[in-house]
Nanobody, 116 residues
Framework: EVQLVESGGGLVQPGGSLRLSCAASKFTFSFYWMSWVRQAPGKGLEWVSGISPNGFTTHYADSVSGRFTISRDNAKNTVYLQMNSLNSEDTAVYYC?????????RGQGTQVTVSS
């Protein structure tokens, strides 16, 4: 059974930064694409970013491109999301997910709130 545990969320002011982490276990992490997805209040699930198994290829949604950076450490079975220049539209529960896209298994999520 895939286990994914997100951390690093919190309250941040507009223009601020946060770094999310996701610890993965119970599958061979280095073999799989990983994604970050989010769900804003009252909205559906939105795919945010994905990273290839070796970390060399990354993809971003237009809404976060240039502001967010996904990375991974296969030695630590961890994927990260560095979020800069945050705005209120980034307020959501953020999940990491196995595979590329929003349809794979995901963790319990971490809340990110952008507010002054």
């Amino acid at each position: 059974e895939v286990q994914l545990v997100e951390s690093g969320g919190g309250l941040v002011q507009p223009g601020g930064s946060l770094r999310l982490s996701c610890a993965a276990s119970k599958f061979t992490f280095s073999f799989y694409w990983m994604s970050w997805v989010r769900q804003a209040p009252g909205k559906g699930l939105e795919w945010v970013s994905g990273i290839s198994p070796n970390g060399f290829t990354t993809h971003y949604a237009d809404s976060v491109s240039g502001r967010f950076t996904i990375s991974r450490d296969n030695a630590k079975n961890t994927v990260y999301l560095q979020m800069n220049s945050l705005n209120s539209e980034d307020t959501a529960v953020y999940y990491c997910a196995k595979d590329l896209g929003a349809g794979g298994p995901r963790g319990q999520g971490t809340q990110v709130t952008v507010s002054s």
